[in-house]
């Protein structure tokens, strides 16, 4: 058991960029959830995964963010046109299933976007 | 819709003191607590979790909280605190088909010596 794993951890990009960030789950666990933190508060629930299957997504997921979980394995979460209020920690948590188990984190990705 | 309130946002304790975080929830079901810590510029580690078993809920560090269904709170204690105990706590609930964790705004506790 490795933990949850995020690349990068830090990402510092323009206005109108696009970027990319990965999240390698603990392996087995079926459930991949994607959470924003902005400073002073706490996570927000975006969208989670059920082996490969995306089955809910917030209202704050607009429609520059996708996040993918090929063959339900690792996830991939983008935003396109990146503006400045994106800038935040995106964290990623993995559960082994579907019994209020409890989700462990990853380090989570900070995004600045200048 | 469930939701979770944490009261005060920052608490200060002496090294060696009781530390107590309130945390107050609203549901409509019988509720999934947590309780996460989370270090600078790290991510979320999980102290404890209620789950409708016992009433008090140990966890790691030396933490536990219980759940109080007719104030519907579930306020996190530690005896003695330490220095290293020094960090932001949140409580969350757990909601939905899809348990997704619903979280408060955060206690940040500043431990002094």
């Known amino acids: 058991d490795t933990g949850v794993s995020q690349d990068p951890r830090h990402k510092i990009t323009k206005r109108g960029q696009n970027v990319t960030f990965r999240c390698d789950p603990i392996?087995?666990?079926?459930?991949l959830y994607w959470y924003r933190q902005t400073l002073g508060q706490g996570p927000e629930f975006l969208t989670y995964?059920?082996?490969?299957?995306?089955?809910?997504k917030s209202r704050l997921l607009s429609d520059r963010f996708s996040a993918e979980r090929p063959k339900g394995s690792f996830s991939t979460l983008e935003i396109q046109r990146t503006e400045q209020g994106d800038s935040a920690m995106y964290l990623c948590?993995?559960?082994?299933?579907?019994?209020?188990?409890?989700?462990?984190f990853g380090p989570g990705t900070r995004l600045t976007v200048t | 819709a469930q939701s979770v309130t944490q009261l005060g946002s920052h608490v200060s304790v002496s090294e060696g003191a009781l530390v107590l975080l309130r945390c107050n929830y609203s549901?409509?079901?019988?509720?999934?607590l947590f309780w996460y810590v989370q270090y600078p510029n790290q991510g979320l580690q999980l102290l404890l979790k209620?789950?409708?078993?016992?009433?008090l809920v140990k966890g790691i560090n030396g933490f536990e909280a219980e759940f109080k269904k007719s104030e519907t709170s579930f306020h996190l204690t530690k005896p003695s605190a330490h220095m290293s105990d020094a960090a932001e706590y949140f409580c969350?609930?757990?909601?939905?088909?899809?348990?997704?964790?619903?979280f408060g705004a955060g206690t940040i506790l500043r431990v002094k010596s």
């Open positions: 948590a993995s559960s082994p299933g579907t019994n209020h188990y409890e989700q462990y």
């Open positions: 392996s087995e666990h079926n459930r």
């Open positions: 995964f059920q082996n490969e299957a995306q089955l809910e």
């Open positions: 549901s409509s079901v019988p509720p999934y």
């Open positions: 209620y789950t409708s078993a016992a009433t």
């Open positions: 969350a609930v757990s909601v939905g088909d899809g348990n997704k964790l619903v």
